[in-house]
C-alpha cells in the first residue's frame, strides 16, 4: 500500500506539471517587430499532425516588401569628400546652368564707339595718362539698358577683333545699380558689366582667353587688356620709386 500510495503521489505530481507547460489558455508573448503586419492565416483549421501546408496569406507580398529594404530613402554617407552631403556643407543647392534657347542677334549696334579725341577728358576725369588714344571710347548707355535676356552682339575690340557676346542675366541690384552677366555662344559664363549711377565697370574673357577691363564715367573711358594694365601699373610704380632715389643714396 506504501509503495502504491507512492507512486499515486508521483504520478499525480506530474500531472500537474503537464498540465502547467501545456495549458491552452497560456498567454504567449509575440516580439512587437512581428505585429507590424497581420497576416490572415487561419490555424484553427489546419491540422498540424496531417502535413497540411498553410495558405499562403493574402498580404504575403506586402510582407516580403516591408521586410525588404528600399533603396529609395534619402540616406546620406557621412563622408568628407561628398560635395552633396546636407550634414556637413548644410541644404545642397547645384549652381544652375543658365541655357538660353532663343538668342537675338542684334546686328549693327556698338556697346562703344572709339573716341580718340577724348583722350584728354578721360585723363583729367579718371587720371589715367599711360592709356593709348586708341583705347578711349563713349559707351552707348541707351543700347545697355535696352538690352534683355537672350541678346547677343558683336563687342569690337581696340585690336580691330570682335567678341560676339550674349545677355545671360540682368540682375538690378537698386534703382541705381545693374549687372549683366556675359556668355559666349558655348554659353560659358565670361564676364560682367556694371552699371553704378553715372559709373560702368566691367570685364569679360573672350574667346581666345584675352582678359579685357572697361571703366566710363559719364559714358567716357577706355577698354584695354589686363596684360596692359598690369604692365602700365608695374612701369608707374617703377618711375615714381625713382624720383626717391636720391633719398636712398
Known amino acids: 500500500m506504501k509503495k502504491i500510495a507512492q507512486c499515486t503521489g508521483i504520478i499525480f505530481i506530474v500531472g500537474l506539471f503537464y498540465v502547467y507547460l501545456f495549458q491552452p489558455n497560456k498567454d504567449v508573448y509575440i516580439s512587437p517587430s512581428f505585429n507590424k503586419v497581420e497576416s490572415n492565416m487561419n490555424t484553427t483549421s489546419l491540422d498540424i499532425t496531417s502535413g497540411e501546408v498553410a495558405e499562403i496569406p493574402y498580404n504575403f507580398k506586402q510582407m516580403i516588401r516591408d521586410g525588404t529594404p528600399s533603396n529609395n530613402f534619402d540616406i546620406y554617407v557621412a563622408e568628407d569628400n561628398i560635395e552633396g552631403n546636407p550634414q556637413l556643407h548644410g541644404i545642397y543647392q547645384p549652381l544652375p546652368k ?98 553704378i549711377d553715372y559709373l560702368t565697370e566691367g570685364s569679360f574673357i573672350t574667346d581666345n582667353n584675352e582678359e579685357y577691363h572697361l571703366r566710363t564715367v559719364n559714358l567716357k573711358g577706355w577698354i584695354t587688356t589686363k596684360n596692359h594694365l598690369i604692365s602700365n601699373n608695374n612701369e608707374a610704380v617703377k618711375n615714381n620709386s625713382n624720383a626717391f632715389l636720391h633719398l636712398i643714396e
Open 98 to 195: 543658365t541655357s538660353l534657347v532663343n538668342i537675338n542677334l542684334r546686328t549693327g549696334e556698338e556697346l562703344w564707339h572709339y573716341r580718340p579725341n577724348l583722350l584728354n577728358d578721360v585723363i583729367k576725369v579718371q587720371g589715367v595718362t599711360v592709356l593709348p588714344k586708341e583705347s578711349i571710347v563713349e559707351f552707348n548707355e541707351f543700347l545697355l539698358t535696352d538690352l534683355k535676356i537672350g541678346d547677343s552682339l558683336f563687342l569690337t575690340l581696340p585690336s580691330g577683333l570682335e567678341q560676339q557676346i550674349v545677355i545671360a542675366k540682368i540682375d538690378i541690384i537698386t534703382d541705381k545699380v545693374t549687372a549683366w552677366d556675359l556668355q559666349n555662344t558655348r554659353q560659358q559664363h565670361i564676364g560682367k558689366i556694371t552699371k
